[in-house]
């Protein structure tokens, strides 16, 4: 059975896949939601392992595949 993919698209184009979710995806949504409150960074690295230097406000859609 393949893992959830989720695709985090920003508005300048770019996206961010991961297959990790920590958590249930309504603790994922509640902690966007307070992110984009506080404009917290997005802190993830991309897959050369660079930081993507984007905050929460960046995030433009949310995509999920189950």
Known sequence: MPQPTILFH??????????????????LFALLEKGKR???PFEELDTNGNAL????????SVEITV
């Open 53 to 60: 230097n984007k905050t929460v406000n960046d995030i433009k």
């Open 10 to 27: 920003f508005n300048d184009g770019s996206v961010f896949e991961t297959k990790q979710v920590n958590g249930t995806y309504d603790e």
């Open 38 to 40: 506080l404009n917290a």
